[in-house]
């Protein structure tokens, strides 16, 4: 089910535009394995079937699947080591966060679904190489507690406490960037305050949504 799941979100990920050709990456917590599955590398995210998936577990190494990992498998994995929260991770390469990410400039909470899903700014994680340890560690840093974090002249990472919520952030995001670009062509944008987003925030995880018993 986890994997078919990711299948997907891989394929919705592909057909919105978000990334091009087999670039970006994808991975899913498995509570029963200990371990996530994830995106093989350089294949077509419309022709995957779930034995194409990769299961890594939380040394890093391969527990199941025939194909080479993502070449950011170690991004996922210390993300997942950092975030016990996290259940789920969508790495986009969309174009108007990462010309944020272009830039180095943060995208402030300017709307209010990104305040909440996100819980404050995205920022930018220092440049380095992709696939190396070093841009995972920059990553976890640039992340924080926060569910979302630009890569430098690279693209995006979501995270969320499910697959389908992690893909949800990219979205989001990648909406606000266009509206945070936009409202320069239309004057100075007005930002959310701080007191507002950690509100904003604490009503998403606590309150949102559909809830046994309610």
Not at 44 to 53: I, M, W
Not at 115 to 129: D, F, K, N, W
Not at 144 to 159: D, P, T
Request: aromatic fraction near 8%; charged fraction near 20%.
């Amino acid at each position: 089910m986890l994997r078919e799941r990711l299948l997907a979100v891989g394929r919705e990920l592909y057909s919105s535009g978000m990334i091009a050709g087999t670039w970006g990456n994808i991975s899913v917590w498995d509570d029963v394995k200990n371990a996530f599955w994830i995106t093989p590398s350089g294949m077509d995210y419309l022709t995957l079937v779930p034995e194409d998936l990769v299961l890594i577990d939380i040394t890093g190494q391969t527990k199941e699947g025939f194909r080479k990992p993502s070449s950011e498998f170690l991004m996922h994995l210390d993300i997942y080591r950092a975030r016990s929260d996290v259940k789920g991770i969508v790495h986009t390469h969309s174009v108007y966060a990462t010309a944020h990410a272009v830039a180095n400039k943060c995208i402030p909470p300017i709307v209010e679904d990104m305040a909440q899903i996100v819980g404050g700014s995205v920022e930018t994680a220092s440049y380095e190489l992709p696939g190396t340890e070093e841009l995972a560690l920059a990553v976890v840093v640039g992340l924080g507690e926060k569910n979302a974090v630009l890569l430098a002249n690279h693209g995006l990472v979501g995270v969320g406490r499910n697959l389908e919520e992690a893909f949800k952030v990219c979205q989001v995001v990648e909406k606000g960037a266009q509206i945070h670009l936009m409202s320069y062509l239309l004057g100075t944008p007005v930002l959310l305050s701080d007191e507002d987003v950690r509100k904003m925030r604490s009503d998403y995880l606590n309150k949102y949504g559909q809830r046994k018993g309610e």
